[in-house]
Every structure is written in structure tokens, then in C-alpha cells.
């Protein structure tokens, strides 16, 4: 694993490669701590680096979806809630219980709540999207004052580069 820190519109965020995949996209004073990986140079750079420009190109308004190849590690649950996070289009919002029907077991908000939390490759999956059952913007490891910037944002409500 290897780390580096790139400065963004919504603060530094720690970003986490992981045998030539991208492991984590982390906010400062995020929600849990990134996991520990050395900061420097490897074989792994070529994915920070199209991450840096990828994320760059989001806040700007000229992304809307990522291509990296991705390797977050969580359990079997973890990774269907993260996968389907990857579904939501861009701009748009869904519920937890929503996300808990398309993973398969529609009783299990509370578990998706707590995958959605863990989920760490901030932004690019897009964990910001799953809002609460009422509307209301819930929990987000970022804080919810990112949460809201990253959603006006892609409402075209902000632009922050």
C-alpha cells in the first residue's frame, strides 16, 4: 500500500493505492481513519496519479463517472452495498432501503447503513448519494457538510474549481 495527499476543493483527501488499484479516497477528519500505508513512490502511482486527475476533472464539472481500477477490501456484504453504490447516476439520490432491496435483503437498512459508512473510496463511489428514507441527508463519513457540496455540485448547483 502506498499513500498521497491531494488538495481538493472539499479539503485534503488521503488517497490509498493498493497493488496498482486504487484502496481508498479519504477526507480530512473522515468519519474512520485511513489504514496505515507509507507515503511515497511504487509501481502504485500511476493509479494516484489518474486519481489526482480524475477527481480534478469531477470537481471542475467535466467527470461524472470515474475509470480506475478499484480494490476495496470489506467483507462479502461490504462489497455487493459498494458495488451497487457504483449504480447511482450521477446527480441523482437514493435511500438505504433502497440500496438494501438491490442487494438482495430489503430488511437490511441498518447493514447497508453501516457498509455505506465504511465505504473507503470516498467520491468516486459514491457513498454520497444514499440519502435517508425521508429525503433528509444522513450520515457521511466526510461530514455532512461535504455531503451537501459534493450533491449541489452534481446538481449544477456549484461549481468549486
Request: net charge positive; proline share 6%; aromatic share 6%.
Amino acid at each position: 500500500m502506498i499513500r498521497t495527499t491531494h488538495d481538493s476543493p472539499v479539503g485534503p483527501l488521503t488517497l490509498i493505492a493498493d497493488q496498482g488499484r486504487l484502496a481508498g479516497v479519504f477526507f480530512e477528519n473522515h468519519r474512520y481513519d485511513p489504514p496505515a500505508a507509507p507515503v511515497g513512490k511504487s509501481a502504485a502511482e500511476p493509479v494516484l496519479d489518474a486519481a489526482r486527475k480524475q477527481l480534478d476533472a469531477y470537481f471542475a464539472g467535466r467527470r461524472r463517472t470515474f475509470d480506475l481500477p478499484l480494490g476495496a477490501k470489506g467483507t462479502a456484504f461490504q462489497t455487493r452495498v459498494w458495488k451497487a453504490l457504483l449504480d447511482i447516476p450521477f446527480g441523482e439520490t437514493v435511500t438505504y432501503g433502497a440500496i438494501a432491496a438491490e442487494v438482495g435483503n430489503a430488511a437490511a437498512v441498518r447493514a447497508v447503513g453501516g457498509a455505506v459508512g465504511r465505504n473507503p473510496i470516498s467520491i468516486i463511489v459514491p457513498c454520497h448519494r444514499v440519502i435517508g428514507a425521508d429525503g433528509t441527508l444522513t450520515g457521511f463519513g466526510g461530514g455532512l457538510e461535504r455531503k451537501r457540496t459534493l450533491l449541489a455540485l452534481e446538481r449544477g448547483e456549484a461549481r468549486l474549481l
